[in-house]
C-alpha cells in the first residue's frame, strides 16, 4: 500500500513553467513505475509521462515530447513533472500514479494537483 500526494500545481501563463512534485509514503517507492496523468474538463485522463522504477527509462506523449521531464529520486520517495513552455491545452488535472511491478500489477493514484495555463 502507499499513499501518494500531488504538490506544485497553480496558475500560470503561456510559456512558464512549473514543477509537479509527487511525495509517496507507505510504501517501497523503488518497486514502482510511476507517472503522471492529467484529465481537461470533459475529457479522459491521457498518461503525460511514465518512468521505470530505476529512472532508466521515461514515456512522454506526443503532446509534451520536449517540453516536460519526468524524473525521480528513490532516497526521496518523490517523483517529478518539470513543465516548461506550458500551453493553454496543458491545463488540467495532474493526477501521480504509482504501479506495482511482479505477478499481480495494481495502480494508486494521488489526489490531483490543479495546472492551469492562461493565454
Known amino acids: 500500500?502507499?499513499?501518494?500526494?500531488?504538490s506544485g500545481g497553480g496558475l500560470v501563463q503561456a510559456g512558464g513553467s512549473l514543477r509537479l512534485s509527487c511525495a509517496a509514503s507507505g510504501g517501497?517507492?523503488?518497486?514502482?513505475?510511476?507517472?503522471?496523468?492529467?484529465?481537461a474538463p470533459g475529457k479522459e485522463r491521457d498518461v503525460v509521462a511514465t518512468i521505470s522504477r530505476s529512472g532508466g527509462g521515461t514515456y512522454y506523449a506526443d503532446s509534451?515530447?520536449?517540453?516536460?521531464?519526468?524524473?525521480?529520486?528513490?532516497?526521496k520517495n518523490t517523483v517529478y513533472l518539470q513543465m516548461n513552455s506550458l500551453?493553454?491545452?496543458?491545463?488540467?488535472?495532474?493526477?501521480?500514479?504509482?504501479?506495482?511491478?511482479?505477478?499481480?500489477?495494481?495502480?494508486?493514484?494521488?489526489?490531483?494537483?490543479?495546472?492551469?495555463?492562461s493565454s
Not at 1 to 6: A, G, I, K, N
Not at 28 to 39: K, L
Open 1 to 6: 500500500h502507499v499513499q501518494l500526494v500531488e
Open 28 to 39: 517501497t517507492f523503488s518497486s514502482y513505475a510511476m507517472g503522471w496523468f492529467r484529465q
Open 64 to 75: 509534451v515530447k520536449g517540453r516536460f521531464t519526468i524524473s525521480r529520486d528513490n532516497a
Open 87 to 117: 500551453k493553454p491545452e496543458d491545463t488540467a488535472v495532474y493526477y501521480c500514479k504509482a504501479s506495482s511491478v511482479g505477478t499481480v500489477s495494481y495502480d494508486y493514484w494521488g489526489q490531483g494537483t490543479q495546472v492551469t495555463v
